[in-house]
């Protein structure tokens, strides 16, 4: 309804300025260019808003489902996988992040659906491990789906996680601590904010985000 609003505006704008163009006389120059102004405006606006259908608009410090990069409210997901769930790691590796003080915002078991495996890890479509990773996901075992807030939570998130490879990960990380093999290592995380924001909003809904602050948050994450 917004496009077909916004292409009829378009329209109507350009036919106005054509018509004004071709018969008012000089002295109309300033309202000819207003006119072309609006049409220049509106079709900023629709691009804008065509390029968001298909991905978020990022401005620099603007504030997504991943909240806002480089401050308090910067969020990560991350996914226990089947085996992490199947070996009854799921407590141990919440209070992971918990003493280190990130506030967990979402969290929900789930068995995901081959098409949201297939959105979740797109990057590695072309990858001959792909379907296997895929199959693996789904195969019944849930997962653990999470959201953890905080103050550069995305690149911590990844140290606590460990290295992609559970024998290059530093002992202290939860692969380095529970896992051996690449294709068990227990859990995924955002490696990016990009990556979070699609990760996040392919998840969860915006509204099982939780809005809340831990009795300690001030203490953690104060500067001073």
């Known amino acids: ?49 065509q390029v968001s259908m298909n991905k978020p608009v990022l401005l620099e410090g603007a504030k997504t489902i991943a ?9 990560s997901f991350i996914m226990i996988k089947p085996d992490g769930v199947s070996r009854q790691l799921v407590g141990k590796i919440v209070s992971r992040f918990e003493e280190r003080g ?3 915002v979402a969290i929900k078991s789930l068995t995901p659906s081959p098409a949201l495996a297939q959105e979740h890890y797109s990057d590695l479509s072309s990858r001959p491990f792909f379907g296997g990773l895929v199959k693996y996901i789904t195969s019944g075992t849930p997962v ?20 992609t490879n559970p024998l290059e990960s530093d002992p202290g990380s939860v692969r380095g601590q529970y896992a051996v093999s690449v294709g068990r290592n227990l859990i995924h995380a955002s490696d990016s904010f990009d990556a979070a924001t699609k990760e996040i909003g392919l998840w969860f ?5 939780s809005q809340y602050e831990p009795t300690t948050w001030n203490w953690v994450m104060a500067d001073n």
């Open 1 to 49: 309804m917004f496009a077909n609003t916004l292409r009829s505006t378009l329209r109507a704008a350009s036919r106005s300025s054509v018509r004004a163009l071709s018969t008012a006389p000089a002295k109309a120059a300033v309202s000819n260019g207003l006119t072309l102004g609006l049409a220049g405006a509106v079709v900023g606006s629709y691009a804008v808003y």
């Open 67 to 75: 909240g806002e990069k480089g401050t308090v409210s910067e969020r």
């Open 102 to 104: 990130y506030k967990l």
């Open 144 to 163: 653990v789906a999470m959201v953890w807030e905080g103050k550069d939570v995305i690149r911590q998130g990844r140290r606590i996680v460990g290295a």
């Open 205 to 209: 809904a915006e509204t099982e985000l």
